[in-house]
């Protein structure tokens, strides 16, 4: 059974940093893709980053320049590096991973940027 864990979410003030991580387990095989993605009430869910095994990654254009996004392939491990956080970045951030089969998703981790 394929898990993904996420951290490294909190409560953080308007110009400051957090770096989520989240580690998937089990048996994944065959991975494409892994990235984040945020959901705020009343909002459809936003895609934020997306690391590819390519080697390419994709932002949104609200995080471009203030997010970075990388892998740990031998951990299966993907991290968020946010910086410059704004008060619209206060989401619920979901990570995933995409194979070609299958696409596996995170609980959520909290990230709210607060005065």
């Known amino acids: 059974q394929v898990q993904l864990v996420e951290s490294g979410g909190g409560l953080v003030q308007p110009g400051g940093s957090l770096k989520l991580s989240c580690a998937a387990s089990?048996?994944?095989?065959?991975?494409?893709?892994m990235g984040w993605y945020r959901k705020t009430p009343g909002k459809q869910r936003e895609l934020v980053a997306i690391a590819r095994t390519i080697g390419t990654t994709i932002y949104a254009d609200s995080v471009k320049g203030r997010f970075t996004i990388s892998r740990d392939n031998a951990k299966n491990t993907v991290y968020l590096q946010m910086n410059s956080l704004r008060f619209e970045d206060t989401a619920l951030y979901y990570c995933y991973v995409r194979t070609q089969s299958d696409t596996y998703w995170g609980q959520g981790t909290q990230v709210t940027v607060s005065s």
């Open positions: 089990g048996s994944i095989f065959g991975i494409s893709s």
